[in-house]
């Protein structure tokens, strides 16, 4: 299985600052044949499913605002909001969906990072 | 507009059996795969299951293969998941997820959640 990993595990960040959550994965998940990461951004607010925020790496979801984005290729990807709203106090998790024919549907997740208002 | 509703969770002993259902509507059915992903009490993400949108290839993580079962019905837009020889460590919130690939493979990148449905074992 491909792990992959966050950092930090919490954030505190004031309103109107830059966040930046972190994620790895411990193999690429970029596939060569059509040069796309597999790698998609959740954002988790308590007792609500997950949101989808960003595909493929670095393009966002229909209606979600440009001051989130995705950067990143192969194992070491970032995401960014770059003026915090209250609104956006939740969990963000990362998620890979690089899979083989051995591993169809596989996709794994980061453990989450808590992102707070300082 | 899309809309997911799980049904069928609840408290089951360990051993037992529970089969949770999704209702679906706001999309062509059976041009999306679906899946069930899980989140345990304060825990992250895992994916359970996903079945393709005809429903002719279904896959399993390693943890529930062999246990679970997962199905669809395309006429009534409804994807289920037969749990059996349920543990304590399935004690989680299920989530039915819509993949996004409109070939209708699993791709597990999700677009559209459910609510949840919460199932607990224990004796």
Redesign the interface.
């Known amino acids: 299985d491909i792990v992959m990993t966050q950092s930090p595990d919490s954030l505190t960040v004031s309103l109107g600052e830059r966040a930046t959550i972190n994620c790895k994965s411990s193999q690429s998940v970029l596939y060569s044949s059509n040069n796309k990461n597999?790698l998609?951004w959740?954002q988790q607010k308590p007792g609500?499913?997950?949101?989808?925020l960003i595909?493929w790496a670095s393009i966002r979801?229909y209606g979600v605002p440009d001051r989130f984005s995705g950067s990143g290729s192969g194992t070491d990807f970032t995401l960014t909001i770059s003026s915090l709203q209250a609104e956006d106090v939740a969990v963000y998790?990362c998620?890979q969906?690089y899979?083989t024919p051995e591993t169809?549907?596989?996709?794994?997740?980061?453990?989450?990072t808590k992102l707070e208002i300082k | 507009e899309v809309q997911l509703v799980e049904s069928g969770g609840g408290l089951v002993q360990p051993g037992g059996s529970l089969r949770l259902s999704c209702a679906a509507s706001g999309f062509t059915f059976s041009s999306y795969a679906m899946s069930w992903v899980r989140q345990a009490p304060g825990k992250g993400m895992d994916w359970v299951s996903g079945i393709s949108g005809s429903g002719g290839s279904t896959f399993y993580a390693g943890s529930v293969k062999g246990r679970f079962t997962i199905s669809r019905d395309n006429a009534k837009n409804t994807v289920h998941l037969q749990m059996s020889s349920l543990r304590a460590e399935d004690t989680a919130v299920y989530f039915c997820a819509k993949d996004s690939d409109e070939a209708g493979k699993v791709l597990s990148l999700f677009d559209r959640w459910g609510q949840g449905i919460l199932v607990t074992v224990s004796s």
């Open positions: 597999y998609a959740y609500q499913p997950p949101k989808l595909y979801e998790y998620q969906y899979t169809i549907g596989q996709g794994t997740f980061g453990q989450g």
